[in-house]
Every structure is written in C-alpha cells, then in structure tokens.
C-alpha cells in the first residue's frame, strides 16, 4: 500500500479535540492503517487579523485508497466537523486537512496537486513532519528534516493548551 502523510489544522471549536477526532477518523477509512501522527503544535493563524490560533498536527498513514478517493475521504471528514469549502483562503476553520505528499505520486490536477505545492513554505507542517518522518525526502525540494531547519519555528509551539492552563501529555 502506498504510503502517505496528511496535515490537520482547526482554530474554531475544540480545535485539539477536533484534530484528534479527525485523526481517528483517517484510521478508520477503509484499506488506511495509521502508522504515525505527530505531537499538537499551536500555531500563529495566516490570513485575515484576529483570528485564533492553530492546533496543528500531521499523521502518516498506509492506505489502499487512491489520491483522488482520499482526497474524497478527508473533504467528508472535513465536511463532517462543519467545514464549508466556499472558496475562501486563509479564513478560520473547524478543520482543514491536506493531503502533503504520497509516496511515489507526482500529480498536478484541477482538484490536486502533490507534493502539496506549498509544504516547503509551512514551517506549521514541516516541523511535525520532522517529529514523525526526518528522513522522508519530498520530490524537488530534499529531506523533510533539512526543510523544517531551514525554516524555522517563528510562530509555532509544541503542545496545545488545556482548559487548566497546561499542556496535554
């Protein structure tokens, strides 16, 4: 089964409960097996001022499932956590989910394009991409591991706060 890593963000809602379902959801679809996810990162949001920060996080996963028939699948988990694709960039949401990179897929399509064309520019995904694959090397642009050094954690944290005040474990 081809391997392939995927990118959660929230910042309305529960934004880690929300991350969290959703990672349990990509487990459960149909020939996937999650292999790997990462910690929670907090992130400062992109876009318009004022919104809330980004619980981030990326998990790693084998699936049977086509590019196109996973994209279908996280746009209804998306979908399912109220997500509403009206074509608006960079606006706070329930959840967003990317798909980054699928082992041995060079895809460049009105619907999808992968690697993800703006992975190397997001340090709020190659920074948990780093914690779970340093190694993978994403076509045209090197090792996982090289890109998150290279740009950085301005505006990213690890963890995500609770209720309490504190992190969770």
């Not at 706070?92 to 980054?100: E, N």
């Amino acid at each position: 089964m081809p391997r392939a890593w995927l990118g959660l963000g929230a910042n309305l809602g529960e934004p880690a409960a929300q991350v969290e379902r959703a990672l349990q959801q990509i487990a459960a679809l149909p020939g996937t097996r999650l292999i790997a996810r990462s910690s929670l990162y907090r992130s400062d949001p992109v876009g318009p001022p004022g919104q809330p920060d980004y619980c981030n996080a990326v998990c790693e996963i084998d699936t049977a499932l086509a590019p196109e028939a996973l994209l279908d699948a996280v746009l209804a988990i998306e979908a399912d956590h109220g997500r509403v694709r009206d074509g608006t960039r960079w606006t706070a949401r329930r959840l967003d989910i990317d798909l980054l990179h699928i082992d041995g897929v060079a895809l460049d399509s009105a619907r999808l394009s992968l690697p993800h064309p703006h992975l190397p520019q997001r340090n709020w995904v190659l920074v948990p991409l780093a914690e779970i694959a340093p190694a993978l090397v994403i076509p045209g642009h090197g090792p996982v591991s090289q890109l998150a050094a290279a740009i950085g954690q301005a505006g990213l944290s690890r963890g995500w706060p609770t209720t309490d005040g504190g992190s969770p474990p």
